[in-house]
C-alpha cells in the first residue's frame, strides 16, 4: 500500500497543470520510485517500494503492478488524462521488444516482459528505456540540454553511465548499447572491470573506484577517512568526499586520479562526436571535492582536440536528484507528443 505521505495529490496541490500527463517507473537495484508528472517536467506525485531480485522478482513485479493500480486511483488524475508508462532501468534494454536484459543489480529480472505485464495489468501505453538514456531524454525535455540538438548526458554514480542525443534524437546504436561511456578502454590491460574487461573508465571515475583508490593505499598512507565511517563497515565516495573536504591528502588525491580519467573519457567523446554540450550528474558530484571538476575539465582540456573543446559546454545536470523519475517520464513525451 502507498503510504499517504508520499502522495501528493494534483488536484490539491494548489498547481494548475497542463493536460498532458505520465507515469514514470525508475527501477534501480535497491529501489523502485514511481512518479506521475506533466510534460513541462512538474512531478505531481511519488512513491517508492523496494527492489526484490532473485525468486524474489515475481512478488516484487506484482507489487509494483498493485502499486501502479492504487498510484493511479490516488492521484487525481484520470486514467484518460495519462498518456502512459516510461520505465527506465540498467542493462542493454531492447526498447523495441520490451523485455529487460541481464543486469548485475537485478539477477532474476533478465527476459521479464515487463511492458507486456504493465500494459495488461494498466491497460496503459509502456515505453522503456535504459536509465542513461532515459536520463538523457529527461535533460532534454527538462533540464540542461533543452535548447541543444547534440549532447552527451553522464552520470557518476557507483559505476559510469550515459546517453548520446545526436540531432535531437536518442541513439541506442544496432545492439542498444550505446552510451556505454563506462566502458571506454582509458588504460590498455589495465584494472579489472566488473563488466568482465580491463582499463575501464568506470573501473577509474566512477565512485567505487574513488573508494577503492583509499582503501588501496590506506595502509600505507597517512589518512583520517576512518573518522567517517563506523568500524569495519566498506566506505565508499561519500565518505572519501567528507575526509577529503577536511583536508585529507589521500581523499583528495582520490578525487584528482578520478577526474583525470573521467577528463580523458570525456575528451574521447568530444572527438568522436563533437557534441554542443556534456552534461554530468549522479551521486559522485554530491559529495565530490572541488579538485574533481577542475582537474576533470583540465584532462578533458588537455586530451581533446582543441576545435573539440573549444566549442563544448561541459555542464552540471539541472535535474540532480530527480533525473531518474524525469527519464522515466521524458520516455513517455518524447514517444507520445509531437516534437
Partial sequence: MISQALIVNASSSGYNPP???????????????????????KILACCEIATQTGRRTPACIKELTKTLAIFIKESGVSRKKILGIGVGCPGAVNSRKGT????PNLPGWAGLPLKKILFGTTGLPVFLGNDANAAALGEGLFGAGKDSKNFIYMTV?????????INGQLYE?????????????????????LCGQRGCLEAYASGTAIGNYVRERMTRH???????????????????????REGDKLSIESYKQAGYYLGIGIANLLNIINPEKVLIGGGVLKSAHPVFWTTMMRSARQ???????????IL?????????????????????LPV
Fill in 222 to 244: 597517512n589518512t583520517s577517512i576512518s573518522k567517517f565511517f563506523p568500524k569495519n563497515k566498506k566506505f565508499n565516495a561519500r565518505e572519501v568526499g567528507m575526509a577529503a
Fill in 19 to 41: 493536460m498532458k500527463y505520465a507515469i514514470g517507473v525508475d527501477i534501480g537495484g535497491t529501489k523502485i520510485s514511481v512518479t506521475l508528472g506533466t510534460s513541462s517536467g
Fill in 100 to 103: 529487460l536484459p541481464r543486469s
Fill in 303 to 313: 586530451h581533446a582536440w582543441p576545435e573539440a573543446f573549444r566549442t563544448v559546454r
Fill in 157 to 165: 554514480s557507483t559505476g559510469v553511465g550515459g546517453g548520446l542525443v
Fill in 316 to 336: 552540471r545536470s539541472r535535474l540532480k536528484g530527480h533525473v531518474g523519475d524525469l527519464g522515466a517520464l521524458a520516455l513517455v513525451f518524447k514517444n507520445s
Fill in 173 to 193: 546504436g544496432s545492439g542498444f548499447v550505446a552510451g556505454e561511456v563506462g566502458h571506454i578502454s582509458i588504460v590498455p590491460d589495465g584494472k579489472k572491470c
